[in-house]
């Protein structure tokens, strides 16, 4: 026997899916340096891993739906194979310990046989618009609401690509929101280095719009900054490029428009007592 022919992998006897939030700086990380330090966190905690076979085994774990480069979430999922039967709420204190700071664990369960993919038909999500004027949202969703299509362009390694970013937008309602210290500190020193007038500080000072929209989960996935440059496509150049985008769930939509959660019924599958589910 070849020294260089890999021993065989252990064989996978259980499946379990994790919801995680993504928060504060970790918003900032790619997916792919996050799968990294999760797979250092399985290691750490001892998680008795199934991995694939080849010569380069890898532990088998299926990300689902990952949430873009720069925006937070509150419903990020992702499945583990295990060699070994292990207890799901030990395995959460576990990981708890060892994740970096703002993947922050929240739900672990025994997995059903079907896909976890197909349960994310859409997510809801919350982007805050600082320096917008709710009735400037206001306005500009309502025009985005009434177009029956409205092309975006995103540019990808291929260049850029043009997408309906309408036909995502399943609900959009504007909220309203206070800027907080830091905030308002942040554009008293931006305003130290230009001549905004007192008319400016007063808009910064006041609330502000939040979108919060039901987008849904199809290909070419329409990310958040799509939908706000549908925004800008129908009312003009009046909403910010910088934006805080947040994940707050991920489901399928019910008869009346609502998402599900996606681990509901692999919760019943296992007899174990239904988990809180983030409320929007």
Not at 3 to 25: D, E, I, M, N
Not at 149 to 174: P, Y
Request: glycine letters at 6%; proline letters at 7%.
């Amino acid at each position: 026997m070849s020294r260089h022919q890999p021993t065989s992998p252990a064989a996978s006897v259980q499946k379990l899916r994790l919801r995680y939030a993504k928060r504060g700086r970790l918003r900032f990380t790619s997916h792919r340096d996050l799968a990294r330090a999760f797979e250092r966190g399985l290691r750490r905690a001892g998680v008795p891993m199934a991995h694939s076979r080849g010569f380069t085994p890898h532990p088998k774990v299926s990300w689902a739906g990952a949430v873009p480069t720069g925006a937070a979430s509150e419903a990020e999922y992702v499945e583990i194979h295990l060699a070994e039967q292990v207890d799901p709420l030990k395995l959460h204190e576990q990981l708890r310990w060892v994740l970096p700071t703002g993947m922050d664990l929240l739900d672990v369960v025994p997995a059903g046989s079907d896909s976890l993919a197909d349960r994310l038909e859409a997510g809801l999500w919350r982007i805050e618009l600082p320096g917008v004027r709710v009735a400037e949202l206001r306005s500009a969703v309502a025009r985005l609401m009434e177009a029956p299509t409205v092309e975006v362009e995103r540019m990808t390694k291929n260049g850029r690509r043009s997408l309906d970013a309408r036909a995502a937008v399943i609900s959009a309602e504007v909220h309203e929101g206070t800027p907080s210290c830091e905030e308002l500190i942040a554009l008293r020193v931006r305003e130290s280095e230009s001549d905004a007038d007192m008319d400016d500080r007063a808009k910064d000072s006041e609330p502000y719009g939040i979108l919060v929209t039901v987008v849904r989960q199809a290909t070419p996935v329409v990310r958040p900054d799509d939908v706000l440059s549908a925004l800008r496509v129908v009312a003009g150049p009046v909403l910010p490029v910088v934006a805080r985008a947040t994940r707050l769930r991920q489901g399928r939509l019910d008869e009346r428009g609502e998402l599900t959660d996606p681990l509901a019924q692999d919760r019943v599958a296992a007899g174990a007592r239904r988990g809180e589910f983030p409320v929007g």
